[in-house]
């Protein structure tokens, strides 16, 4: 696609180009954000986000051998994790997935682990909240016949 200027010459814009500066325009506080990867981590698997009530949270922390990036606002709680990692995972009801780690507050970086990843492993995250919400998780579950 090309884009021509008053001038008449003309400059070519890839489509991932429009799409970027689209996004760039966003400047809404209400609107829809990626949760930020602190400066000096990478996420190399993607990004998603585990929202959990912020009741919850101080509950879960203790729970887990190894907690990534976690932000933090009044209501929720949101731990960073591989992309996909709902994949043959029923979270509990209380917690809501985020893909692509998109939230729409604005919530504060409330821990940061040491290391460059991001991530908390998503199933202890998940054994954790299943313990706190009272959830069975679904390969323990009865099939019923």
Same mark, same amino acid.
């Given at each position: 696609m090309a884009v021509s200027g008053a001038s008449g010459g003309g400059q070519v814009l890839s489509l991932d180009s429009l799409v970027r500066l689209r996004r760039g325009?966003?400047? *809404?506080?209400?609107?829809? +954000? +990626?949760? =930020?990867? =602190? *400066?000096?981590?990478?996420?190399?698997?993607?990004? *998603?986000?585990?929202?959990?009530?912020?009741?919850?949270? !101080?509950?879960?922390? !203790? +729970?887990? =051998? +190894?907690?990534?990036?976690? &932000?933090? /606002?009044?209501?929720?709680?949101?731990?960073?994790?591989?992309? *996909?990692? /709902? &994949?043959?995972?029923?979270?509990?009801?209380?917690?809501r997935y985020m893909t692509g780690a998109v939230v729409l507050d604005t919530p504060r970086l409330i821990h940061r682990p040491a290391g460059s990843v991001p991530y908390t492993p998503p199933i202890p995250l998940y054994l954790a909240l299943c313990r706190v919400t009272g959830t069975t998780p679904t390969w323990s579950r009865q099939l019923s016949a």
């Open positions: 325009l966003r400047t *809404d506080a209400g609107g829809p +954000r +990626r949760l =930020p990867v =602190p *400066d000096g981590m990478t996420a190399p698997l993607g990004c *998603d986000a585990v929202a959990v009530p912020a009741r919850f949270g !101080p509950l879960v922390l !203790p +729970r887990l =051998p +190894r907690v990534g990036c976690v &932000y933090a /606002d009044e209501t929720h709680w949101w731990w960073i994790v591989p992309a *996909d990692s /709902d &994949y043959a995972l029923e979270w509990p009801a209380a917690v």
